[in-house]
Nanobody
């Protein structure tokens, strides 16, 4: 079992950067592949980015390409989502997730945080 808690969200302006953190407790985050998803009001949850368990290979969703990066600090049991050049359409609740493999689909992940709101004003 692992518990995930996101932090670092808030209100920013278009063009700003923001870094989300996801801290894990229980079983170490080093045991999992990690991903970020987001859900905007009235829309389905969508894949953002994920990083593999062992070799750091990253998969990017369309929204993340060229602007977002993911990193993990296994010693701190934390995963980060660095978001640059934010746009109003990035406004969403962002969720981190942990699972056995790096994947773009929700069902591949066993554990989820409760989400953190990011609002980007124009």
């Amino acid at each position: 079992q692992v518990q995930l808690v996101e932090s670092g969200g808030g209100l920013v302006q278009a063009g700003d950067s923001l870094r989300l953190s996801c801290a894990a407790s229980g079983r170490a985050v080093s045991s999992y592949a990690l991903g970020w998803f987001r859900q905007a009001p009235g829309k389905e949850r969508e894949f953002v980015i994920a990083i593999s368990l062992t070799n750091g290979i990253t998969t990017y969703g369309d929204s993340a390409k060229g602007r977002f990066t993911i990193s993990r600090d296994n010693a701190k049991s934390t995963v980060y989502l660095q978001m640059n050049s934010l746009k109003p359409e990035d406004t969403s609740v962002y969720f981190c997730a942990a699972g056995p493999v790096r994947a773009t689909i929700e069902s591949a992940y066993d554990y989820w945080g409760e989400g953190n709101q990011v609002t980007v004003s124009s």
